[in-house]
């Protein structure tokens, strides 16, 4: 035998499917480039491997600008490490 939903049942799956999308669409705000391209980002590194930032396909050459070229190749530091 089935029972009909109440008013109380439809308003409680309502509030668990809202809770679900709210959840999946900050994923995908979290998952997708912040310049709006609606494309996944990738991690940038310099030459040691030290992150620089995340940017996707569209922005890439932007963001690139903002760092000089010769930090993507591995460079010698001779300046000396302190310890603290």
Request: charged share 35%.
């Given at each position: 035998?089935k029972r009909?939903?109440?008013?109380?049942?439809v308003e409680?799956?309502?509030?668990?499917?809202?809770?679900?999308?709210?959840?999946?669409?900050?994923?995908?705000?979290?998952?997708?480039?912040?310049?709006?391209?609606?494309?996944?980002?990738?991690?940038?590194?310099?030459?040691?491997?030290?992150?620089?930032?995340?940017?996707?396909?569209?922005?890439?050459?932007?963001?690139?600008?903002?760092?000089?070229?010769?930090?993507?190749?591995?460079?010698e530091c001779?300046?000396?490490?302190?310890?603290?």
């Amino acid at each position: 035998m089935k029972r009909e939903p109440t008013d109380q049942m439809v308003e409680k799956a309502m509030r668990r499917f809202k809770l679900k999308l709210d959840r999946l669409r900050m994923k995908q705000r979290l998952q997708q480039c912040w310049c709006g391209s609606g494309e996944y980002p990738n991690a940038n590194y310099d030459g040691h491997g030290i992150f620089l930032c995340y940017s996707c396909s569209k922005c890439h050459a932007e963001k690139m600008k903002g760092y000089r070229p010769d930090i993507f190749e591995s460079y010698e530091c001779d300046e000396p490490i302190e310890e603290d």
